[in-house]
């Protein structure tokens, strides 16, 4: 009989820790990592990793999986670049708390703020839960590909809590602040991961409004805070509102809650592409408190921040055309017909874009616009640029665009890099991604469905900074830290991201030879045939959750030992 569950032999393990890869196998028993070394016992199941890396599953910090997670049993892209636990609920935004008559409210900002179509959430959420307790609950009962862990949105607690006077970011009163101190405290009780609050003025509802929790007021956000505090519990999570404020203004707002509630927090940090470097003051406020015992960490996004546009996706830069409305929802084949007429192309080359959503007006910025090819550039230089090559050609930015978007018969893709590409370079990115008191993550996993696919970074970070990067890179072991230890630790997940005896058994065998990103490309498999962009890879020779392997090269084996984490985790011991 089977000494252990699985055992993994002759792989060059890569522990999370930072350190040299080492010869070793390992064996698995109960879900977790019982024995590293010469293993002399037999395993129910045995892989051969001679020649492989054997390193932790990756932990992706940011992600939206909210819905997803009710409505599929695979939290794709994610669970294909590698990652095994997945942080739902970021941005503030999600489904619960929430009363019936409060769900199309909540569909309408998840709409607007994370481009999921509503008819997708209307026909996929089951709504079996009302508070958020409930609805930890419901992902309890599922069985995932992945775990997942989740924060409490406040937008979602300002409505339950407010109602219409929550959805019309009224002023909040002492008896809503006392409500929403105590549905916090009840939320990481019952296994919330924390609160994520955003105040991102990007940040809009389906019909143009700013979100619930935009401009809450600083107490509010300390009443919430203060109910993690009487839980003694729980990690905040906040999108800051730049750079519509300055880092300075926010950050220092950011300290202020931190001390005052005593809880650690995480927050999103990019760089602009030009200007002023001043995110950079942003990690000496945060280094500052953090020497005083502070507890905070910034997510940085390991390549440029960015859009994918095109006619068979959410933003393209004649969406906002007032000619374009006739022919927005033709299928993709006549609609590409009609383009291709030459009336047509006079009549929207002669048109301005009307006002409309701030993702669909970034659709236009021409400096920092370019192919994104097959396989993807993520990092293409300056002179590539649809203003660059307009201006060699000639010709005006809107005739280039217009020509290239028909290409593919209409499926070509344009790549906006609208932050983190400074001077069109990625060395301020370098520069964060080496800083102490920063993680990786933003992989955005579950939402903007149509304009992006950014859960593929696990992918991007393994092969472009460790290999085909010109300049500085980062090492094998490095990267892996940065995708699994680090953020583990951060949000307290302290039982996973390393390869060590007692922890939980989540592993990629990854062949690095081999690792590489494909072209993102369009499918329909949401809820009511629903699109989204979906981005595959290569080297994932194995995807290990907790002993059990969901992948083996790419395809999916429909095993699904994914669970719900509840709340944060300690290290385990030895013992275990």
Same mark, same amino acid.
Not at 442 to 457: E, K, P, Q, R, T
């Given at each position: ?19 040299? $890869? ?16 010469? *293993? ?13 890396? +054997?390193? /932790? ?22 669970? =294909? ?10 941005? %503030?935004?999600?489904?619960? $708390? ?13 709409? %607007? ?5 509503? +008819? ?28 997942? =862990?989740?924060?409490? /949105? ?133 280094? !500052? ?46 609609? *590409? ?15 301005? $874009? ?46 280039? +665009? ?70 500085? !890179? ?23 991201? +390393? ?44 995807? *290990? ?32």
């Amino acid at each position: 009989m089977a000494e252990y569950d699985l055992v993994i032999r002759g792989g060059h393990v890569v522990d999370g820790k930072g350190e040299s $890869p080492f010869a070793a196998d390992i064996a698995v028993k109960n879900g977790r990592i019982a024995r590293i070394g010469a *293993i002399e016992g037999t395993g129910a199941e045995e892989i051969d990793a001679t020649g492989l890396l +054997v390193t /932790p599953g990756f932990v992706d910090a940011h992600t939206h999986y909210d819905g997803q997670a009710i409505w599929s049993d695979r939290l794709n892209p994610s669970s =294909a670049h590698g990652v095994t636990t997945a942080v739902l609920g970021n941005c %503030g935004v999600g489904f619960a $708390p929430c009363r019936a008559e409060d769900r199309d409210t909540l569909i309408n900002v998840m709409e %607007g703020v994370e481009d999921i179509p509503g +008819v997708v959430m209307a026909d996929g959420l089951s709504w079996d839960w009302e508070t958020f307790p409930q609805y930890l609950d419901a992902l309890d009962r599922r069985t995932l590909d992945i775990d997942v =862990a989740a924060y409490l /949105p406040h937008s979602p607690l300002r409505v339950y809590a407010m109602g219409e006077r929550g959805a019309a970011r009224d002023p909040a009163s002492e008896d809503d602040l006392s409500k929403m101190r105590a549905l916090a405290r009840e939320a990481v009780e019952a296994g919330a991961l924390g609160f994520a609050t955003s105040r991102q003025f990007i940040h809009r509802t389906r019909d143009g409004a700013q979100i619930p929790s935009f401009d809450a007021s600083e107490a509010e956000l300390e009443a919430i805070a203060a109910g993690l505090r009487d839980a003694d519990k729980g990690i905040m999570q906040l999108v800051l509102d730049v750079p519509h404020l300055d880092w300075e203004t926010e950050v220092k707002s950011l300290v202020r809650l931190v001390q005052a509630s005593g809880r650690p927090a995480t927050f999103t940090l990019g760089t602009a592409n030009e200007g002023t470097p001043d995110w950079n003051l942003a990690l000496k406020h945060v280094e !500052k408190a953090n020497a005083e015992g502070a507890q905070i960490t910034a997510q940085v996004f390991p390549r440029p921040i960015g859009l994918i546009i095109g006619h068979n996706l959410s933003v393209n830069p004649f969406g906002l055309c007032p000619s374009y409305a006739a022919i927005e929802k033709l299928p993709l084949e006549e609609k *590409i017909a009609e383009l291709r007429k030459p009336e047509t192309r006079a009549t929207l080359l002669a048109e301005d $874009p009307t006002d409309g959503h701030p993702l669909a007006v970034i659709g236009r910025s021409w400096d920092w616009m370019f192919k994104l090819g097959s396989p993807p550039n993520y990092a293409p230089s300056p002179d590539q640029s649809v203003a660059a090559q307009a201006a060699r050609a000639g010709v005006t930015p809107t005739e280039l +665009v217009y020509d290239w978007l028909l290409e593919d018969d209409g499926n070509a893709m344009l790549y906006v890099a609208i932050g983190n590409y400074y001077d069109g370079k990625l060395d301020m990115v370098a520069d964060l991604l080496n800083h102490p008191d920063t993680i990786v993550g933003l992989g955005d996993g579950g939402a903007h469905y149509g304009v992006i696919c950014d859960a593929s970074y696990p992918t991007f970070l393994l092969t472009y900074w460790t290999r085909d990067h010109q300049g500085r !890179k980062i090492t094998i072991p490095q990267a892996i830290k940065m995708l699994a230890a680090d953020p583990a630790k951060a949000l307290g997940l302290q039982d996973r991201g +390393v390869i060590a005896v007692g922890y939980k058994a989540d592993f990629n065998l990854l062949d690095e030879a081999r690792l590489a990103l494909h072209a993102p490309y369009v499918t329909h498999d949401l809820p009511a045939g629903g699109r989204r962009l979906d981005q595959k890879a290569d080297g994932y020779v194995a995807t *290990i959750v907790s002993g059990t392997v969901i992948a083996r090269n790419g395809q999916p084996t429909g095993k699904l030992p994914g669970r719900l984490v509840r709340g944060q985790q300690p290290a385990p011991t030895i013992a275990a």
